[in-house]
């Protein structure tokens, strides 16, 4: 059973997307025009989705992937047209409808579905690879650790997810975040050092099998998320 604090704080991610945030995700995600802001976040999210992509194989044919918070569905949707068969699963019924809408009708030889749920309670077999894109920053370190176990014995491969780095300048964006109604507020991203996260991962038994690879950070704007990339040993 998982933890009162992370129950509520998934319910909190999934009513701030189902309602307050919902509009401004459909054009974020979207090809609309977009305020300054807005639109290095957009920039930010392109290049890291294209970041955890160029992690994977370049030909996917075969591959399993687990999209865990896939949100609109566009990285999903990128890895199905090289061929990968995807499950793309988000806890936001609204963003999964916007996926399902935005869903071509063929991807060759690649395979995708939607599902609206969570990431850790999905039973559906095992996976290559499991990629959760910003779709874990909203958790507490010890949340977010343990949900990467938990993510980790649904792959065979590899494990890629981001975090949201600690830094003088995330932490003047939250001090700024604070000042809008309370009613207007996303769910508070929880920033985390590499230097914690380093020894989170190590000192966790789960992730024992595991090491961690590639690296990398993306800073375009107000948008700043930490890549990183798990392998199976």
Same mark, same amino acid.
């Given at each position: 059973?998982?933890?009162?604090?992370?129950?509520?704080?998934?319910?909190?991610?999934?009513?701030?997307?189902?309602?307050?945030?919902?509009?401004?995700?459909?054009?974020?995600?979207?090809?609309?025009?977009?305020?300054?802001?807005?639109?290095?976040?957009? #920039?930010?999210?392109?290049?890291?989705?294209?970041?955890?992509?160029?992690? !994977?194989?370049?030909?996917?044919?075969?591959?399993?992937?687990?999209?865990?918070?896939?949100?609109?569905?566009? !990285?999903?949707?990128?890895?199905?047209?090289?061929?990968?068969?995807?499950?793309?699963?988000?806890?936001?019924?609204? !963003?999964?409808?916007? #996926?399902?809408?935005?869903?071509?009708?063929?991807?060759?030889?690649?395979?995708?579905?939607?599902?609206?749920?969570?990431?850790?309670?999905?039973?559906?077999?095992?996976?290559?690879?499991?990629?959760?894109?910003?779709?874990?920053?909203?958790?507490?370190?010890?949340?977010?650790?343990?949900?990467?176990?938990?993510?980790?014995?649904?792959?065979?491969?590899?494990?890629?997810?981001?975090? #949201?780095?600690?830094?003088?300048?995330?932490?003047? =964006?939250?001090?700024?975040?604070?000042?809008?109604?309370?009613?207007?507020?996303?769910?508070?991203?929880?920033?985390?050092?590499?230097?914690? =996260?380093?020894?989170?991962?190590?000192?966790?038994?789960? !992730?024992?099998?595991?090491?961690?690879?590639?690296?990398?950070?993306?800073?375009?704007?107000?948008?700043?998320?930490?890549? =990183?990339?798990?392998?199976?040993?």
């Amino acid at each position: 059973m998982e933890p009162h604090s992370y129950i509520r704080r998934r319910n909190e991610i999934e009513s701030y997307f189902d309602g307050t945030a919902f509009e401004a995700w459909k054009r974020l995600t979207s090809e609309a025009p977009l305020g300054r802001i807005r639109q290095t976040v957009r #920039a930010g999210r392109e290049e890291m989705r294209k970041t955890l992509l160029s992690w !994977l194989p370049e030909d996917l044919r075969g591959v399993r992937i687990l999209d865990a918070g896939c949100g609109t569905g566009v !990285l999903a949707q990128e890895a199905a047209a090289r061929g990968a068969d995807v499950t793309a699963t988000d806890l936001s019924k609204s !963003l999964i409808e916007i #996926a399902q809408n935005r869903r071509p009708k063929l991807f060759g030889c690649g395979q995708l579905e939607f599902v609206v749920g969570d990431m850790l309670e999905l039973d559906v077999g095992t996976f290559d690879y499991v990629v959760a894109m910003d779709s874990l920053i909203h958790y507490a370190p010890d949340h977010m650790i343990a949900a990467l176990a938990k993510l980790s014995q649904k792959a065979r491969r590899g494990v890629l997810f981001t975090y #949201a780095p600690k830094t003088p300048a995330l932490a003047v =964006m939250h001090a700024i975040g604070r000042a809008f109604p309370r009613s207007d507020r996303a769910p508070a991203i929880e920033p985390i050092s590499s230097f914690q =996260m380093e020894k989170l991962l190590e000192s966790e038994p789960k !992730l024992s099998g595991w090491y961690a690879c590639r690296t990398k950070r993306i800073a375009s704007g107000f948008y700043k998320s930490q890549a =990183m990339e798990l392998l199976a040993e």
